[in-house]
């Protein structure tokens, strides 16, 4: 079995500020973990993933991840962000192949200007 | 690059009718899926397919039937609609195989259904 939990459906920051989205997950196996970024009235996309190669994952737009086994976490950081990153960020874990894949129930960003 | 591609993009619906939502990917991909997504509860699967020919219901099957009679086309159809069936809904696609598949998925870019 498999769960994740995103804290904070709601996550306010200003522009120029750290970002900081939170990931709890439980994987009876070794996870495979995903971050997707959806913008308004669009599809979700992948912004990193984590395999198992490296903890400390970059993705697209500045945005990164680290996988901390011990804490069963994988948080999405950001050191500065911008009024482009408004959006909602899902946090998924996979066992793999055709195994389904299950999300958080997600955390809208809102920048500041 | 097309990728995943849903039609259509919108729907309203009145209680009892039925309707297809078409999924079509350009990426070979061996699994396709159908998620719902609403306020506050994430994205939940409906139904799978690991393969053409082949479907499995996922967390929320109720009301939805689906078909995967070619490898790059998922149907999900609502046989008679109800208000809860209101939703947006994405199909998403992924690799499978045996080359160490992670699970990611390529989403299309949702199909939003209203039900009156």
């Known amino acids: 079995a498999q769960s994740v939990t995103q804290l904070g459906s709601h996550v306010s920051v200003s522009e120029g500020a750290l970002v900081l989205l939170r990931c709890n997950y439980s994987s009876s196996v070794p996870p495979y973990l995903f971050w997707y970024v959806q913008y308004p009235n669009q599809g979700l996309q992948l912004l990193l993933k984590y395999t198992s190669a490296a903890t400390l994952v970059k993705g697209i737009n500045g945005f990164e991840a680290e996988f901390k086994k011990s804490e069963t976490s994988f948080h999405l950081t950001k050191p500065s962000a911008h009024m482009s990153d408004a959006a909602e960020y899902f946090c998924?874990?996979?066992?793999?192949?055709?195994?389904?894949?299950?999300f958080g129930t997600g955390t809208k960003l809102q920048v500041i200007p | 690059n097309a990728g995943v591609t849903q039609t259509p993009k919108f729907r309203v619906l009145k209680t009892g009718q039925s309707m297809t939502l078409l999924c079509a990917q350009d990426?070979?991909?061996?699994?396709m899926y159908w998620y719902r997504q609403d306020p506050g509860m994430g994205l939940r699967l409906i139904h799978y397919s690991v393969g053409e020919g082949t479907t499995a219901k996922g967390e929320v099957p109720d009301g939805y039937n689906v078909s995967r009679l070619k490898k790059q086309n998922f149907l999900l159809g609502l046989e008679s609609a109800a208000p809860s069936q209101t939703s947006v809904y994405f199909c998403?696609?992924?690799?499978?195989?045996?080359?160490?598949?992670?699970?990611?998925?390529?989403f299309g870019e949702g199909s939003r259904l209203t039900v009156l």
């Open positions: 998403a696609s992924s690799d499978g195989g045996t080359r160490g598949d992670t699970g990611e998925l390529f």
């Open positions: 998924a874990v996979s066992p793999g192949g055709y195994q389904k894949v299950t």
């Open positions: 990426m070979n991909h061996e699994y």
